[in-house]
């Protein structure tokens, strides 16, 4: 998908852009922009890469994966992506993932094997609290490939791509009690358990309690800035 981006003289606010889409226009805050953050955020030139998966950008042969993603009975109450979702919608899904590159949203990344660069699941990396130097990390692996250790590759390899973003500090993730599989896959790239956070959002209609996880900049990665 095509993008560009220009700051608009009349019908926008002073600190606003118009961001040109393929499935339109939208217009986001500039102030981003001059603060080191520029917009459109584009996909690493090196995709990054852990044990046997790399992340990349999502294509229209990532449609079946995400068919059988929407299987899950849970992923569809996470995230965009519609229950057994039929073609059109992954598709519509796959152009939701790019605008969030455009507004400056955040990356959502295809998880895809290095040998073969089959899509295997999603990850995502959400800078909406970027200027407080946070980001929410999330991922997703569909059915047909889990118990292999691709959730938790997919995880180090997004957090250590985020780690290239200077304005971060600190990554947190959110997990229900009861996905031991996926308390496990933080714990396993590094992500700490911090707690529980009562009613911290609704999922399936309902206000649950998470547990949070998080990672925050070492002193090396931090010395290696100066």
């Given at each position: 998908m095509r993008s560009s981006c220009r700051r608009m003289p009349r019908n926008t606010g002073r600190d606003q852009i118009l961001v040109r889409l393929s499935?339109?226009?939208t217009i986001v805050?500039?102030?981003?922009?001059?603060?080191?953050?520029?917009?459109?955020?584009?996909?690493?030139?090196?995709?990054?890469?852990?044990?046997?998966?790399?992340?990349?950008?999502?294509r229209a042969d990532d449609?079946?994966?995400?068919?059988?993603l929407a299987t899950d009975p849970y992923v569809p109450m996470t995230g965009t992506l519609p229950a057994r979702a039929d073609r059109a919608q992954a598709l519509a899904y796959i152009d939701r993932q790019?605008?969030?590159?455009?507004?400056g949203?955040?990356?959502?990344?295809?998880?895809?094997?290095?040998?073969?660069?089959?899509?295997?699941?999603?990850?995502g990396l959400s800078l909406t609290a970027i200027e407080a130097g946070r980001a929410s990390a999330g991922y997703a692996v569909a059915p047909q490939f889990r118990g292999?250790?691709?959730?938790?590759?997919?995880?180090t390899a997004?957090?250590?791509?985020?780690?290239?973003?200077?304005?971060?500090?600190?990554?947190?993730?959110?997990?229900?009690?009861?996905?031991?599989?996926?308390?496990?896959?933080?714990e396993t790239a590094g992500y700490e358990p911090e707690g529980l956070v009562k009613q911290h959002q609704v999922i399936g209609g309902r206000?649950?309690?998470?547990?949070?996880?998080?990672?925050?900049?070492?002193?090396?990665?931090?010395?290696?800035?100066?």
């Open positions: 499935s339109g226009e805050d500039f102030r981003k922009a001059v603060n080191d953050v520029r917009l459109p955020l584009v996909m690493p030139s090196s995709p990054p890469a852990h044990g046997a998966v790399h992340l990349r950008a999502f449609v079946p994966m995400l068919q059988d790019h605008e969030r590159l455009a507004t949203a955040g990356y959502s990344f295809c998880v895809a094997l290095r040998d073969s660069d089959e899509g295997v699941g999603q990850a292999s250790g691709v959730a938790a590759q997919a995880l997004l957090t250590d791509f985020a780690w290239t973003l200077l304005e971060l500090q600190r990554i947190e993730l959110y997990i229900e009690p009861w996905n031991i599989a996926s308390r496990r896959t933080a206000r649950v309690d998470m547990l949070l996880h998080s990672a925050v900049r070492s002193p090396r990665q931090l010395s290696a800035e100066v």
